[in-house]
């Protein structure tokens, strides 16, 4: 597609303009990786799992953070909801669960539970 003109819409976190080459990412075209876990093993992918959410949480706080500063409070406000899912206990409690009853690796569980949600239809008021 070199040379080819393509334009994209979206909301910018920044003021201004940019020109330069862009990686377009597709991540539904992404499967994590599905490996079964011994019996053994589940303590240390519960531990890797409350790790990564640990990590994940301060990097949203520091983009958050860093995005208040740059352009204000109001449009960082989207990374509250980043935040809501990080810390959604029912949404850990299922993947524990899930992943002690089925001996899958995490991120193929946090996979299949967000896939099974995303398709439950939306309640209507």
């Given at each position: 597609?070199?040379?080819?003109?393509?334009?994209?819409?979206?909301?910018?976190?920044a003021?201004?303009?940019?020109?330069?080459?862009?990686?377009?990412?597709?991540?539904?075209?992404?499967?994590?990786?599905?490996?079964?876990?011994g019996?053994s093993?589940?303590?240390?992918?519960?531990t890797?799992?409350?790790?990564?959410?640990?990590?994940?949480?301060?990097?949203?706080?520091?983009?958050?953070?860093?995005?208040?500063?740059?352009?204000?409070?109001?449009?960082?406000?989207?990374?509250?909801?980043?935040?809501?899912?990080?810390?959604d206990?029912?949404?850990?409690?299922?993947?524990?669960?899930?992943?002690?009853?089925?001996?899958?690796?995490?991120?193929?569980?946090?996979?299949?539970?967000?896939?099974?949600?995303?398709?439950?239809?939306?309640?209507?008021?």
């Amino acid at each position: 597609m070199s040379g080819q003109e393509l334009k994209f819409q979206g909301v910018g976190v920044a003021p201004g303009i940019a020109r330069g080459n862009v990686f377009v990412h597709h991540p539904d075209d992404e499967e994590p990786p599905k490996r079964r876990l011994g019996e053994s093993e589940i303590p240390a992918e519960v531990t890797r799992f409350e790790s990564a959410l640990i990590a994940t949480r301060a990097q949203i706080l520091e983009m958050q953070q860093r995005i208040a500063e740059a352009i204000g409070a109001k449009d960082a406000s989207i990374f509250d909801a980043h935040l809501l899912v990080v810390e959604d206990r029912t949404l850990i409690d299922e993947v524990l669960r899930t992943l002690e009853r089925e001996k899958y690796n995490v991120e193929f569980v946090l996979r299949s539970l967000l896939l099974i949600t995303s398709r439950l239809p939306t309640p209507r008021p």
